[in-house]
């Protein structure tokens, strides 16, 4: 759906990109990683047919950025970082006014305002002026907004940035819709952590260059190679922690706060033979859970040596 190969552009000296190549096929939700000003704002701009690269290729559905931009901005919703909203304008009227852009007219018209109004949850809002709208319920808008012509890919440029951390888990609830309705998306942040449950990909581009491009997994498996578990048992912390320390799955052990943090040793798939010795030693075991990796410390590790 989506083919990049060697893309590039550069404003006098300065490399915005240099060299991306990324593939995405339709379905696809590639989360964009990077710092600002590392190129991720450009990259989306020439997909979205907004700006010409210094070279390169790029197709969106096999059309190509430079002979067929019309046919790309038929099928692509792009929602810039910033976007104004008009004053004296109803959140209907504002959506009215961009499908009769995109030439939806009459009674669909209507009812597909209504529909994208509903996706993004404000039909409650669909009288109130655009400018009363908090930051997340624009967001919401403007996601509404690329909608409207339903198109199959969608490149989001930070949809979350500015956002209360109830309004990011709205915008990723929303994203997850759109995912599963089989858009392909590429979605935009400075935070990996942010990004890494709703990607099936992940990019992270540090200077204009793309320094990872895999699968979640991969992201996952080269980070933590080894099983960390999160132990709690109901009283006798301190034995109980000799006791884990002396298991053969065990490759060191320690208290921290409340569990006891296992790290298994590297062949070690499966913690059942430890929950049964802890179990056997009469230990009250209350929790027993493979450690959430932190993605923080994944992306420290991914860009080690490479970002500055
Ligand atoms: N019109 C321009 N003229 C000169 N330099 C530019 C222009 N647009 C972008 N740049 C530079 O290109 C680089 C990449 O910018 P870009 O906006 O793509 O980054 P970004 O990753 O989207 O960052 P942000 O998260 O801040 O939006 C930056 O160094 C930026 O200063």
């Not at 909203?85 to 961009?98: A, P, T």
């Not at 301190?238 to 006791?243: I, N």
């Not at 499966?270 to 410390?297: C, F, M, Q, V």
Request: net charge negative.
């Amino acid at each position: 759906m989506i083919e990049i190969r060697g893309l590039t552009k550069k404003y006098g000296e300065l490399f915005a990109i240099k060299d991306i190549n990324l593939e995405l096929s339709q379905g696809d939700v590639f989360g964009f990683i990077g710092p600002n000003g590392a190129g991720k704002t450009t990259t989306m701009r020439i997909l979205a047919t907004l700006l010409n690269p210094t070279w390169g290729e790029a197709y969106v559905a096999g059309h190509s950025i430079y002979t067929h931009p019309k046919e790309i901005r038929r099928i692509i919703g792009y929602m810039p970082d910033f976007f104004g909203v008009y004053d004296d304008m109803k959140v209907i009227e504002y959506l009215e006014f961009f499908a009769a852009a995109y030439r939806i007219r009459g009674a669909e018209r209507r009812k597909i305002c209504e529909g994208v109004l509903e996706l993004v949850d404000l039909t409650y809002k669909r009288e109130a002026l655009v400018t009363s709208l908090s930051r997340g319920m624009t967001q919401r808008l403007g996601l509404a907004r690329v909608l409207l012509h339903d198109p199959q890919v969608l490149l989001l440029d930070e949809p979350a940035s500015g956002l209360d951390p109830r309004a990011r888990i709205d915008i990723r609830g929303l994203l997850k819709e759109l995912r599963n309705m089989g858009k392909t998306i590429i979605v935009s942040s400075h935070i990996l952590p942010e990004l890494a449950d709703i990607c099936n990909k992940i990019g992270i581009i540090e200077k204009g260059e793309l320094i990872v491009n895999t699968d979640v997994e991969s992201v996952m498996k080269q980070v933590r190679q080894q099983l960390v578990l999160k132990i709690r048992v109901a009283e006798n912390m301190e034995q109980a922690l000799e006791t884990i320390r002396s298991h053969a799955l065990v490759e060191s052990a320690e208290i921290d706060a409340r569990d006891i943090t296992a790290t298994l040793v590297p062949e070690a798939e499966d913690p059942s033979d430890l929950a049964a010795t802890l179990i056997a030693g009469g230990y009250r075991l209350t929790l027993l859970k493979e450690d959430e990796i932190n993605l923080e410390t994944a992306f420290m590790a991914l860009t080690k040596g490479i970002t500055s």
